[in-house]
Nanobody, 115 residues
Framework: EVQLVESGGGLVSPGGSLRLSCAASGFAFDVEAMSWVRQAPGKGLEWVASINWNSGSTFYADSVQGRFIVSRDNTKHTIDLQMDSLKPDDTAVYYC????????WGQGTQVTVSP
C-alpha cells in the first residue's frame, strides 16, 4: 500500500530554516515525479514545489522561489524540502504528494514561523 510519511516540521523564528523529509513506499517512487504542497490555517492547498523522477527538473511556486530547495534520493525513496529565510506566511501543514495519484496523502508535518 502507498505510504507517505512527512517529518521535520517545527517552530522556527522568521528568517530561520527547516528541512522537511518525506519517506515514500508502496509505489514505483524512482520513476515518478513528486511534489510538496501545503495548507495554511483556514486556507486551501497550495502547491509549493515539484521534482521530476531523476532530479533533472525542479519547479517552485513564486512564493518560495529562491528560498526553498526540493531534492530526492531514489535509493532511499525520500524527498526533502530545505526551507530557508522562512516567513510567517510559510506557516502551514506541509505534505508530500504524488501528482500521478494526488489522492494519496500522509499525515503532514506542521511548520510554524513565529517570533
Amino acid at each position: 500500500e502507498v505510504q507517505l510519511v512527512e517529518s521535520g516540521g517545527g517552530l522556527v523564528s522568521p528568517g530561520g530554516s527547516l528541512r522537511l523529509s518525506c519517506a515514500a513506499s508502496g509505489f514505483a517512487f524512482d520513476v515518478e515525479a513528486m511534489s510538496w504542497v501545503r495548507q495554511a490555517p483556514g486556507k486551501g492547498l497550495e502547491w509549493v514545489a515539484s521534482i521530476n523522477w531523476n532530479s533533472g527538473s525542479t519547479f517552485y511556486a513564486d512564493s518560495v522561489q529562491g528560498r526553498f530547495i526540493v531534492s530526492r534520493d531514489n535509493t532511499k525513496h525520500t524527498i526533502d524540502l530545505q526551507m530557508d529565510s522562512l516567513k510567517p506566511d510559510d506557516t502551514a501543514v506541509y505534505y508530500c504528494n504524488r501528482p500521478n495519484a494526488f489522492w494519496d496523502w500522509g499525515q503532514g508535518t506542521q511548520v510554524t514561523v513565529s517570533p
